[in-house]
């Protein structure tokens, strides 16, 4: 009822705005649209509507049904170009939104109770249609089932032993054509089988299936899946279980008892398989036209309350986007037309150190770059902000503590409403690690092509390592060729050159045994990872402490060993 009355509402105040101003035209026309919005609603939301579409009262081709249909058909397609055409006329809403409440405030409220009234009965009506479907189906199905089963005779059951020997015998020829007429009486029916108890187990008695066909199931092979069911089965329980799933497929399974002659004892029980895809077809029928007819509705009601979003969304945006700038990870500056800075981030803090209160009304290049040192990317940078045009470059910039590090910047003109241009915005991001990285890949692809070969000269060894030294800003870089002792034949590691940072102390691998074994240092682990093409790394600190003890020993504060492998096999790190 409020889906309803909120409807006609709705009608009628787009109609004050949209229909001519005449007397008596515009005023039967207002009418004509809030009861027509009202009948949309109204046809939608009828449940009898699911029973008539999917003919549960057997009506037919009939004209009362056909009528219901056509209505049903229309009314969906009349909200759906309604609520398109309101998408494209939001003004429209305007009148809804605030005709009602100041500012739209109450019949936003409104719109949205409606449409969670609407969403709530269309999913317990759905809910409700599908268990109803499912108490119909089954009880259809299990009385269709007992019927076959009480033609079969359970004295003829009772004699079948539960082995090969029974497929010659009467009992299980005559019983087995009657699974089969059970099974064509049932045309949805896939499997149709009887089960019993022999010798304290579940087992298949008689199958309906051609015993020539690879899906038939010879008396006396065990039953392996649901057990629980045949064991009610078999206590005079008649169940419907599923989904199951085996090697033929996903089922529901039927399990009906079968009495004895005198039907005071359970002598077996009937299964019979249907495809979870065909048994869940109608359930999954009924509980969609709930959904279709209710979400028309909805969606209706949504796009009512979408637009008095709307009325907010300008207002929340601007401190949405301050927040995410203020969060980001990424450094956003926002300058005049001049490029003095007017508002940084926490972001802009993290990598340069400064706080808004100490750049504010200064140029970025003025503390981020070194004075006197000639640039040909700030000199492109400082002119295109002269000429009013965005740039994307990257930069070297130094932080507060005098820290170097790579920057890459996006900068863009801010322009308002007008077009006039403002100020600029850009977002920088901290590169250094990044290009560092292409750096040691560009040293490693030098490796590639020049070390792989069995003999290195001290000359090119000594081009490598600097060149990893200078690229990575590592105190110290040594290369290990790594091979059995030729006595112990335990693993040893030999050092082939090394380079050091200037200022470095010599206690690193130029002060070391120039051969070590990988157990004397202990490193054995090393030589296991290594081996595996695993490297390793980390601060000295977070190492075992028999490798702990090696890395103080040549004062290494942190390490990285990457394995070198030639075809797969390791020939040092």
């Known amino acids: 009822l409020p889906a309803i009355a909120l409807a006609c509402g709705s009608g009628w105040l787009i109609g004050a705005d949209r229909l001519p101003k005449f007397r008596w035209r515009g005023m039967l026309l207002r009418i004509s649209l809030a009861l027509g919005m009202g009948l949309i609603v109204a046809v939608q939301l009828n449940p009898n509507m699911v029973g008539i579409t999917f003919d549960a009262n057997g009506l037919g081709d009939s004209h009362w049904r056909v009528a219901m249909l056509g209505m049903l058909v229309a009314a969906t397609l009349a909200s759906m170009i309604l609520a398109a055409s309101m998408w494209h006329a939001g003004e429209c809403f305007g009148l809804v939104l605030s005709g009602v409440g100041r500012r739209g405030g109450f019949s936003g409220g ?31 199905l299990l009385s269709a089932i007992k019927l076959g089963a009480s033609g079969l005779d359970g004295s003829s059951v009772s004699r079948i032993q539960g082995n090969m020997d029974d497929i010659s015998n009467e009992s299980y020829l005559s019983t087995r054509s009657k699974l089969v007429q059970i099974r064509n009486s049932l045309p949805s029916s896939r499997f149709v089988y009887l089960v019993a108890m022999r010798a304290d187990k579940s087992v298949f008695l008689v199958d309906a299936e051609d015993p020539k066909s690879d899906d038939f199931s010879p008396p006396g092979q065990l039953v392996t899946k649901n057990l629980v069911q045949w064991k009610d089965a078999f206590q005079g329980n008649s169940s419907l279980k599923g989904p199951y799933s085996d090697q033929w497929g996903v089922w529901f399974t039927a399990g009906v008892p079968v009495y004895d002659h005198d039907g005071d004892r359970v002598v077996a029980a009937i299964g019979v398989d249907y495809p979870a895809r065909d048994w869940l077809r109608p359930l999954a029928a009924r509980r969609l036209a709930a959904m279709g007819g209710t979400l028309s509705v909805a969606c209706l009601l949504l796009t009512i309350f979408s637009f008095h979003l709307v009325s907010l969304e300008n207002t929340r945006k601007l401190d949405l986007l301050a927040l995410v700038a203020r969060r980001t990870d990424n450094a956003v500056v926002i300058t005049d037309v001049s490029g003095k800075i007017k508002w940084v981030n926490d972001g802009f803090t993290r990598i340069s150190g400064y706080r808004l209160d100490e750049v504010l009304g200064k140029s970025p290049g003025s503390f981020l770059q070194l004075e006197g040192a000639p640039d040909p990317t700030q000199w492109l940078m400082s002119e295109r902000v002269k000429a009013g045009q965005g740039f994307d470059t990257e930069v070297l910039n130094y932080g507060k503590s005098g820290k170097p590090y790579l920057i890459h910047i996006e900068c ?106 990988f157990a004397e240092c202990g490193l054995s682990r090393w030589h296991e990872e290594l081996l595996a093409g695993r490297e390793i790394s980390g601060p000295a600190s977070e190492f075992p402490p028999e490798e702990r003890s090696y890395l103080e020993s040549i004062g290494a504060a942190s390490i990285l060993a990457i394995p070198i492998q030639v075809t797969d096999t390791l020939w040092g790190f």
């Open 412 to 517: 863009q003109p801010l322009l308002d409403a007008g077009g006039e241009h403002i100020g600029f915005m850009a977002i920088e991001r901290d590169v250094t690690n990044e290009r560092r990285s292409a750096r040691l890949l560009e040293a490693a692809a030098f490796i590639s092509a020049n070390l792989l070969s069995s003999r290195a000269l001290d000359e090119l060894w000594a081009g490598i390592l600097t060149r990893i030294g200078a690229s990575s800003g590592a105190s110290r870089v040594g290369v290990y060729r790594g091979h059995l002792h030729p006595v112990s034949g335990e693993p040893v590691m030999s050092l082939i050159s090394h380079w050091c940072q200037e200022g470095t102390a010599a206690s690193g691998p130029a002060a070391q045994p120039t051969e070590m074994t």
């Open 110 to 140: 409104l719109a949205l109770a409606a449409f969670g009234l609407a969403l709530g009965y269309g999913a317990w009506l759905s809910d409700w249609l599908g268990k109803q479907a499912y108490a119909e189906q089954t009880t259809t």
